[in-house]
């Protein structure tokens, strides 16, 4: 086996990746920092050090499998999520930058000191532990259908060391009983059946079940919605992330379930992504 360098190994896979990936050079460089164990900087500052034989082995093992689609996360089994490092598998979905709009939307709502938070859909638990990260008084719930969700999102809690966040399994709603919140958030699947991008890109490795939903993609954010008047406190708000396409739907949905204060917040990409409304209870 012919020794590479640093620099030639990225230069090599670079050229493998570049009719399958968009970012072929980043994805190169990701993988071969995941298999000597270094920062970025160390590209820049050791270009001609050498990789083993057993890291050249692993760096060729990696590329391949990118070749094929495989998503850099699944690979490496991480993604950053709000500068948290968070472990990634098939079981759920990848964290998206796109999320983090709804993050920060939500650390800056008037809610109180100490303010119980509700996500639904966990996933990784990327939405719970960032605003957890930032809250630490917040009292956070994160449930998920998927015990293998669950089970990934109690591992990147423990990793992280975040004692405000309580993760459990539940269909929704259905393991808190009558317990309300001030704030309610929610990635849920909102992809139509027929979606042509269903097999393009990251989504093509991601569990179906946590992407598509019924009703062209609403059948999840209704019941989320119809269900959230019975959780939130009087004032509380709940914020949805939806398709680009779906604002207009949820905020009828909303306003025909006698939300208030509806507005939808667009993302780093200016697409209609996050829509907010809030709930000032049964007396209102």
């Known amino acids: 086996m012919?020794?590479?360098?640093v620099a030639q190994a990225v230069a090599?896979?670079?050229?493998?990746?570049?009719?399958?990936?968009d970012?072929?050079?980043l994805d190169s460089e990701v993988l071969l920092l995941h298999v000597i164990d270094k920062p970025k900087s160390y590209l820049f500052a050791w270009p001609d050090g050498e990789l083993t034989d057993t890291q050249q082995t692993q760096f060729s093992e990696l590329v391949a499998r990118r070749q094929t689609g495989e998503p850099i996360a699944h690979i490496i089994g991480e993604r950053e999520f709000w500068s948290l490092p968070l472990e990634v598998n098939p079981s759920t979905l990848i964290p998206r930058p796109d999320t983090e709009t709804l993050v920060e939307y939500a650390l800056n709502l008037a809610?109180?000191?100490?303010?119980?938070?509700?996500?639904?859909?966990?996933?990784?638990?990327?939405?719970?532990l960032a605003l957890a990260s930032e809250k630490p008084h917040w009292q956070v719930t994160a449930l998920d259908y998927s015990?293998?969700?669950v089970a990934l999102a109690k591992r990147n809690q423990q990793k992280l060391g975040f004692e405000n966040v309580h993760i459990e399994q539940s269909d929704w709603y259905q393991a808190i009983d009558n317990s309300k919140f001030d704030?309610?958030?929610s990635n849920p699947p909102y992809i139509?059946?027929?979606?042509?991008h269903l097999s393009q890109g990251d989504v093509r490795f991601e569990p179906l079940s946590a992407l598509v939903a019924d009703d062209e993609g609403m059948a999840d954010i209704k019941v989320i919605i119809a269900q959230g008047t019975q959780h939130l406190n009087p004032g509380g708000y709940l914020l949805i992330e939806h398709g680009y396409r779906q604002a207009t739907k949820l905020q009828q949905y909303f306003a025909q379930m006698a939300y208030i204060n509806i507005l939808t917040i667009k993302d780093m990409a200016g697409c209609d992504r996050v829509t907010l409304a809030q709930w000032l209870g049964e007396s209102r």
């Not at 012919?2 to 360098?5: F, L, M, R, S, W």
């Not at 090599?12 to 990936?21: E, F, M, R, Y």
């Open 147 to 149: 015990a293998e969700a």
């Open 192 to 196: 139509e059946y027929d979606d042509h």
């Open 183 to 185: 704030l309610i958030v």
């Open 23 to 25: 970012s072929a050079k």
């Open 2 to 5: 012919t020794t590479q360098t």
């Open 12 to 21: 090599w896979a670079s050229q493998l990746l570049k009719d399958t990936s």
């Open 111 to 128: 809610l109180p000191e100490h303010a119980k938070v509700l996500d639904l859909g966990t996933g990784t638990g990327a939405i719970a």
